[in-house]
C-alpha cells in the first residue's frame, strides 16, 4: 500500500519526500493533532506512562522534529525518547498508536495497536490487537478502560471501538 498516495498530488513518493525537503520549516511550522498535547500530557501526569515518539522521517530531519517536539511536547519533567526507523516494531512499547495503514500491517503480532483513524486508511482491517479510534478523546479513554476496566464493560478484540461501544 502506498498511503501517500492518497493525500498528494505527486506521482511517486520520491518527488513528494524532495518537495518536503526543499519547504523551508515544512517540519518546524507543522501544527499540532488537535486534542493530541492534552492526551500526552495526562499520559505523563494521570498515567505515569513514558513516551517514545518513533518517526519514519529521514533522520536528515532530526534536528526539526527534535526542536518542533520541545516546542510542542507538554511541559513535564519526563523527557520522551525519540525513535527515528522505518521499522517501529523494533521499539518495545506496550502500546502503538499510528495512522499509516503499512505500520500498522507491521505491528499486527503486537499487543495493542491503535489505529488512528484517517481517510487514507480506512481499508485497514481492524482485528486481533488493532483497534481503530477517531480522535485523541478517544485513545485517552480507550487507554484508561484498558488500565481500569470496569465490571461488565469490555473492549473488544477487533472490533472498531468508539464512544457509542461503552
Not at 501526569?45 to 529521514?58: G, M, P, V
Amino acid at each position: 500500500m502506498d498511503s501517500w498516495k492518497n493525500v498528494t498530488h505527486f506521482a511517486t513518493e520520491a518527488e513528494l519526500w524532495d518537495w518536503v525537503a526543499h519547504v523551508p520549516q515544512f517540519w518546524e511550522t507543522m501544527p499540532t493533532v488537535p486534542g493530541a498535547m492534552g492526551a500526552l500530557y495526562d499520559f505523563i501526569t494521570k498515567y505515569n506512562h513514558r513516551l517514545h515518539f518513533i518517526t519514519t522521517r529521514n533522520p536528515v530531519n532530526r534536528n526539526s522534529t527534535i526542536e518542533w517536539l520541545k516546542r510542542n511536547t507538554p511541559s513535564t519533567n519526563v523527557v520522551p525518547e525519540v525513535h527515528f526507523t522505518r521499522a517501529k516494531g523494533t521499539i518495545d512499547v506496550q502500546v502503538y498508536i499510528d495512522d499509516s495503514p503499512e505500520v500498522v500491517e507491521s505491528l499486527r503480532d503486537k499487543p495493542c495497536v491503535i489505529l488512528f483513524d484517517q481517510p487514507w486508511n480506512r481499508a485497514v482491517e481492524t482485528g486481533g490487537s488493532v483497534y481503530r479510534n477517531r480522535g485523541w478523546d478517544e485513545v485517552k479513554t480507550f487507554l484508561h478502560r484498558l488500565e481500569h476496566p470496569s465490571p461488565g464493560v469490555t473492549v473488544e478484540e477487533g472490533n472498531d471501538w468508539n464512544e457509542e461501544s461503552k
